[in-house]
Structures are given as structure tokens and as C-alpha cells.
């Protein structure tokens, strides 16, 4: 039985682990989970699959890197046009924003 690589403790049992990117169910694909800490380890074929999924579904490469800008007293975010787009977001549409432990919500109507 291999050892997990991880904490060198644990040993990795078969299982079917679902996979969400983005609030989106991409499915239930196989992999191997650490009796010890939990870790799931996906092959490199399943890991594939699964990106080939995302990209079917439009989210793959939505998770983008941006900075936070001065507009006035306020700071600004730019969203980026793929996601704006795969939100179908328009100029002028209300939000309501919070934040939430090291993250910012945005939540659309
Ligand atoms: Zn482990």
C-alpha cells in the first residue's frame, strides 16, 4: 500500500472525489485519499479530463490575478472582461458586497 507523500503517515485508499471549480460540479472523478490527513491525490490523465470539463463549461482560466486601484476615497477592482462576460455583468447593475475572512463577496442579482 503506498505511503501519502504528505504527512508519511497515512496510506491512500481508492476513492471517487468531486471535483467543483468555482461553485460549478465538473463530476465525480477517481483518486487516491490519505487515511491520515485527508489529502486526495488526481493522476495527471484524470486531472485532464477534469480541466476538459471546466473548459466545456466556460470557467476554465476564470480565476484571474488583479489589483486593487484608488478611485476617490474608495478603492476599485477591475473585473476582468472573461468574467464579467461569463457573468453576463453590465455597467450599472446593483451588487451588494461583503467582506468574508480574506475574501470579498460580490453578490449579483
Ligand atoms: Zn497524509
Known amino acids: 500500500m503506498a505511503i501519502c507523500p504528505i504527512c508519511e503517515k497515512g496510506t491512500l485508499k481508492p476513492v471517487q472525489e468531486k471535483h467543483v471549480l468555482f ?3 465538473l463530476g465525480t472523478y477517481p483518486g487516491e485519499k490519505c487515511t491520515q490527513c485527508g489529502e486526495v491525490f488526481t493522476d495527471a490523465s484524470v486531472m485532464e479530463k477534469i480541466e476538459t470539463t471546466a ?3 466556460g470557467i476554465w482560466g476564470l480565476g484571474k490575478k488583479t489589483k486593487i486601484a484608488r478611485a476617490g476615497n474608495s478603492l476599485a477592482v477591475r473585473i476582468p472582461k472573461e468574467v464579467a462576460d461569463y457573468l453576463k455583468l453590465k455597467e450599472g447593475k446593483d451588487a451588494y458586497l461583503h467582506p468574508e ?3 470579498i ?3 449579483l442579482d
Do not use: A, L, S, T
Open 55 to 57: 473548459k466545456k463549461k
Open 23 to 25: 461553485g460549478v460540479d
Open 101 to 103: 475572512e480574506k475574501k
Open 105 to 107: 463577496i460580490i453578490e
